[in-house]
């Protein structure tokens, strides 16, 4: 077994488990620092807890973008570009356009999208994850193919905001 894919199940692990515990205790914000790996999980509304910062390796000192109290930037959450705006991996995984391989696409290059509409599904650890637009807008591309590996923070989608 290769390190790298022991890495990520540990890493996979210790997110479940730190969902578990923000769930179990109500709790807003959790980080976790264990073995050069720090996680930090921080609930976003009503949408329940997001997957904030993933940093492998030797610990780093926080950033401009990570430490703002007032505009923490969360991975998977959409990202201005310009006028566009990007929707990113929040997690390691398989990106599937459709819902099942015999469904069409959840979405194509210029339907237009809800804030709250699922785009995409990211199979990690045999689970599968809907992953939503958190703003409304017209697809202006698809960034990944169907099937292919995504990493954590890869755009996926390129929007047009409404």
């Known amino acids: 077994m290769d390190k790298r894919r022991s890495s990520e199940r540990d890493a996979f692990r210790l997110i479940e488990e730190m969902l578990q515990l923000m769930e179990s205790r109500g709790l807003v914000e959790l980080e976790l620092e264990h073995q050069g790996m720090r996680l930090r999980l921080k609930k976003a509304g009503q949408s329940g807890p997001q997957l904030v910062e993933y940093v492998t390796g030797m610990p780093q000192p926080p950033t401009a973008s990570t430490a703002s109290p007032t505009a923490p930037k969360a991975v998977g959450a959409a990202e201005e570009s310009g006028r566009r ?48 637009s958190e703003v409304a807008g017209q697809v202006m591309e698809v960034l990944i193919e169907n099937g292919e590996a995504v990493e954590f923070g890869q755009p996926l989608f390129a929007l047009e905001p409404r």
């Open 85 to 132: 705006v990007i929707i990113k991996s929040p997690m390691v995984g398989t990106f599937y356009r459709a819902p099942a391989p015999d469904a069409p696409p959840f979405v194509e290059v210029g339907q237009d999208v809800d804030a709250g509409q699922v785009v995409c599904i990211i199979e990690a650890m045999k689970l599968m994850n809907e992953i939503k």
